[in-house]
């Protein structure tokens, strides 16, 4: 990788984020503060936490801004401990614009016929062979006529990688302008990409990536001769309209990537419209998110016209093989004393404990750590990278319980825990059960079916209430647990 926008070593990939903005002039900021920042839309209050800090308190009423800050952390929190592609044995749904031309799927990067240079990149990565999505997706991204696509699949499972291997197809690199456009919620997310384009386009060293993103001030009345320019949408636009570093006619692939969070912000939605509108007809419009609500739904129709649909189920949850107890307890201590008995009595490998706000967390953790156990806390407080860091030792096995809130470990997997206890049940922001949420601390997917334990610590009326909620909800029993009792305790860990 030759150029300077481009000069990243795959295996420093820590400092990548920092060295790949080494070029950019950043007003005011030291270019190594700006990586840490959760970028903030520009029509927002100035708020006091300006060091990136992303406020999760689960009681807190969120505003729109919190409720994409959340969404934003949570899929760059995602990226930064994920390795792997997240396995799924669900069946593809296809939904093709034309439904009689035939449906290619390849098992093989080969049969893609790509650039050489993008099949040694793609190998470069470790990737053998296409993902579930990738099967579908890429044949259809990468056919002639270009066709346009709406696909949504679950985080880890192979979006990014799919268009980053179509952007970099269809590059020209002895056309000296922008040509693929590719959008991002967030700052972050931006440089997230921007590095994955980087990896896979290792061998090929003619092709240049642009940041177009905050902080990222190019002389007026320049024109960008970069290949691929990947963005926030605020910036986008300005380098679109207001400023003119990119002539939009010219771009021939249009990504716009986690539409699921783009849409939490209104302003990014009418951005990227606005954006949209300025493309050629014929550009290849290609949509990703890993949700697919109605709103999601709504906004990508706007944006991609005829679309081909792609869809990947979630691997289904489930409590079947999950042994159910609850405590009954008065009050916090008691339900601290609870879990010292429980821990009393039977080996636990590693456990998470769900807290419902931080507060509790940062409680339960002093104490645990006073009773000597090595304890990980994850606290809405810490910036993403340091709550990535929190459960790489984690997984690593360095501490064995892990005290977190909520929003801070959605989604993250928990294949090697064993134990979760619920010291607070989770509940919606209506108070009401939150059976989403209590399946996914919980549940196993099908195919990791091991056996775990939830114990569910219930403190008062109302809590039993929400637990007998839960329990109607998914029509399993929960059981009552005395954890006075040493030999009881010991009888349900085997
Ligand atoms: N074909 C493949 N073979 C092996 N690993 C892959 C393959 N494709 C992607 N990966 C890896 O799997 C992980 C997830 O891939 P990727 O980031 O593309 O998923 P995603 O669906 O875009 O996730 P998100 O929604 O969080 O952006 C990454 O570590 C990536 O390097």
């Known amino acids: 990788m030759a150029t300077d926008s481009w000069a990243l070593a795959v295996d420093e990939q820590e400092a990548a984020a920092v060295d790949s903005l080494s070029h950019l002039e950043i007003k005011d900021e030291k270019p190594k503060d700006v990586k840490l920042k959760v970028e903030k839309p520009k029509d927002e209050k100035s708020k006091p936490d300006v060091n990136g800090a992303v406020k999760t308190d689960n009681n807190v009423e969120k505003s729109e801004d919190d409720e994409k800050e959340d969404k934003a952390a949570q899929s760059l929190l995602n990226k930064l401990i994920r390795s792997n592609l997240v396995n799924n044995t669900n069946q593809v749904e296809v939904l093709q614009r034309d439904p009689n031309s035939p449906l290619y799927s390849v098992k093989s990067f080969e049969e893609l016929r790509l650039k050489p240079q993008l099949l040694q990149g793609v190998y470069s990565m470790g990737f053998n062979r296409p993902s579930k999505i990738q099967e579908t997706a890429l044949p259809m991204m990468l056919a002639e006529p270009p066709q346009n696509l709406i696909a949504q699949s679950q985080s880890g499972t192979g979006k990014t990688a799919a268009f980053v291997l179509a952007m970099l197809s269809r590059v020209d690199p002895a056309c000296r302008y922008p040509q693929c456009l590719c959008l991002s919620p967030t700052y972050e997310l931006a440089l997230q990409t921007g590095k994955v384009i980087e990896q896979m386009g290792k061998f090929y060293p003619e092709l240049k990536l642009e940041y177009a993103v905050r902080g990222n001030k190019l002389e007026r009345g320049q024109k960008i001769s970069e290949h691929i320019v990947i963005g926030t949408p605020g910036t986008v636009l300005d380098w679109c309209s207001k400023l003119k570093f990119i002539d939009p006619k010219k771009i021939k692939v249009f990504v716009l990537d986690e539409a699921d969070v783009m849409i939490a912000t209104q302003g990014h939605q009418d951005q990227s419209i606005r954006i949209q509108r300025m493309l050629p007809r014929d550009c290849q419009m290609l949509l990703f998110s890993a949700t697919f609500e109605d709103s999601v739904w709504k906004f990508a129709q706007k944006m991609v016209p005829d679309p081909n649909i792609i869809k990947l189920k979630r691997e289904e949850e489930t409590l079947d093989t999950i042994k159910q107890y609850y405590v009954l307890c008065n009050n916090r201590d008691e339900k ?93 922001k209506d108070g009401n059960p939150d059976n989403e949420t209590y399946l996914h601390r919980i549940g196993r997917t099908g195919r990791f079916g091991k056996r775990g334990l939830a114990v569910n610590m219930v403190d008062s009326k ?6 007998t909620r839960i329990q109607e909800h998914f029509n399993k029993k929960i059981e009552k647990l005395d954890t006075d009792d040493l030999d009881e305790i010991e009888k349900i860990a085997n």
Not at 392 to 421: M, P
Not at 462 to 467: A, T
């Open 336 to 428: 601290f004393q609870a879990l010292c008995n429980i821990y009393g009595a039977i080996t636990i490998a590693q456990a998470m404990i769900f807290c419902h706000t931080k507060k509790t967390a940062n409680w339960l953790a002093a104490e645990l750590s006073k009773e000597g156990h090595q304890v990980a806390l994850l606290n809405g407080d810490m910036m993403v990278e340091q709550r990535a860091a929190v459960i790489e030792r984690f997984r690593a096995g360095k501490e064995k319980v892990l005290v977190t809130t909520n929003v801070c470990a959605r989604g993250i997997d928990v294949e090697q825990v064993s134990v979760v206890i619920n010291f607070d049940l989770p509940v919606d």
């Open 462 to 467: 109302h809590s039993l209430n929400i637990l």
